[in-house]
């Protein structure tokens, strides 16, 4: 089986977004399939929805620090282990990246709503997409 940072930049170079990439790696993990991991991630790309906000790969990460933690992880009483692994993506994340927002990731330039996705596939290919994704799969 690839790794998952090789899974994840797979998905993205077919045309997923950051977001569905990222979830799509973990899919297994969720107990879903590829396609139903895509759907539930599809409106986090862009930074939500284009909107430029928080990075669609590190939305993903958040959404699988809850999956992770099992059925379990949903009840009242585990949301302290959530939020602190929450916490520690975020950390790691910022070390590496500087920001979490999509807008400065990609470069002010194309922080409005009118980028292409074209110009995101750009810049995620020009810094290298599997190293990309390796700081988010390796940060769960």
Do not use: W
């Amino acid at each position: 089986m690839l790794k998952r940072e090789e899974k994840a930049a797979a998905h993205f170079l077919s045309g997923t977004n950051c977001a569905q990439a990222v979830l799509m790696a973990y899919a297994d993990v969720l107990g879903l399939t590829e396609e139903q991991a895509a759907m539930v991630a599809v409106g986090h790309g862009g930074g939500m929805g284009r909107l430029r906000l928080h990075c669609g790969a590190f939305s993903a990460a958040v959404m699988l620090a809850g999956a992770i933690e099992g059925p379990d992880g949903a009840k009242k009483e585990h949301r302290p282990q959530t939020y602190a692994r929450v916490q520690e993506i975020h950390r790691r994340f910022v070390e590496v990246n500087g920001t979490i927002s999509c807008a400065e990731l990609l470069g002010n330039a194309l922080a409005d709503a009118s980028g292409t996705a074209g110009d995101h596939h750009d810049f995620i290919l020009k810094h290298g997409s599997t190293s990309f994704f390796y700081i988010i799969t390796h940060r769960i």
